[in-house]
Antibody
Framework: EVQLVESGGGLIQPGGSLRLSCAAS????????MTWVRQAPGKGLEWVSV???????FYADSVKGRFTISRDNSKNTVFLQMNSLRADDSAVYYC????????????WGLGTLVTVSS | EIVLTQSPGTLSLSPGERATLSCRAS???????LAWYQHKPGQAPRLLIY???SRATGIPDRFSGSGSGTEFTLTISRLEPEDFAVYYC?????????FGPGTKVDIK
């Protein structure tokens, strides 16, 4: 059974850093495309970042230069390193698997809440 | 950059009614990479439709997707109580992904 479990969220001051983790089971992260999506309070879903099986990474303009996606194949886990955090980064962050040739997000975690506030 | 718009913003319907949700792209896109998701508060989003018209595993056949080019539609043939939620279209293109702003389907 495929499962994704996010962790690492919390309250952080503006300008601070946080690392989110997404532990996967039921499939191999290194053979898949993995992505992060966020939802700010009262807002819609916003795509954040993707890491392809070959290791290439891409980011939304809103986080480029501040966020870094990576993975640890030995732990079957994907990470999102978030630096220079701002109030508008406050959101629930979801990890998802990008499925096959459709490139749709077929499995999602329940999310982890990040609050950026002084 | 391709922008997705969804209409209406909110759709107020009764159980048993038909829901028709629209997703429009700012330029012609490949229908192979157009997906629809359902999202309820406190839950993970759920993939409903991929490739514009293929239902994901376990999705009831009252959900259907159609469209091509710049115009795509999600149809729920007869609304069940559990279908009241927010629905998003999403697109892949040029190594990036984008979501539409969503349509909320609420109970009339």
């Amino acid at each position: 059974e495929v499962q994704l479990v996010e962790s690492g969220g919390g309250l952080i001051q503006p300008g601070g850093s946080l690392r989110l983790s997404c532990a996967a089971s039921g499939f191999i992260v290194s053979s898949s495309y993995m992505t992060w999506v966020r939802q700010a309070p009262g807002k819609g879903l916003e795509w954040v970042s993707v890491i392809y099986s070959g290791g290439y990474t891409f980011y939304a303009d809103s986080v480029k230069g501040r966020f870094t996606i990576s993975r640890d194949n030995s732990k079957n886990t994907v990470f999102l390193q978030m630096n220079s955090l701002r109030a508008d980064d406050s959101a629930v962050y979801y990890c998802a698997r990008v499925g096959g040739t459709s490139l749709a997000f077929d499995y999602w975690g329940l999310g982890t809440l990040v609050t950026v506030s002084s | 950059e391709i922008v997705l718009t969804q209409s209406p913003g909110t759709l107020s319907l009764s159980p048993g009614e038909r829901a028709t949700l629209s997703c429009r792209a700012s330029q012609s896109v490949s229908s192979s990479y157009l997906a629809w998701y359902q999202h309820k508060p406190g839950q993970a989003p759920r993939l409903l439709i991929y490739g514009a018209s293929s239902r994901a595993t376990g999705i009831p056949d009252r959900f259907s997707g159609s469209g091509s080019g710049t115009e795509f539609t999600l149809t729920i043939s007869r609304l069940e109580p559990e279908d009241f939620a927010v629905y998003y279209c999403q697109l892949y293109g040029s190594s990036l992904f984008t979501f539409g702003p969503g349509t909320k389907v609420d109970i009339k």
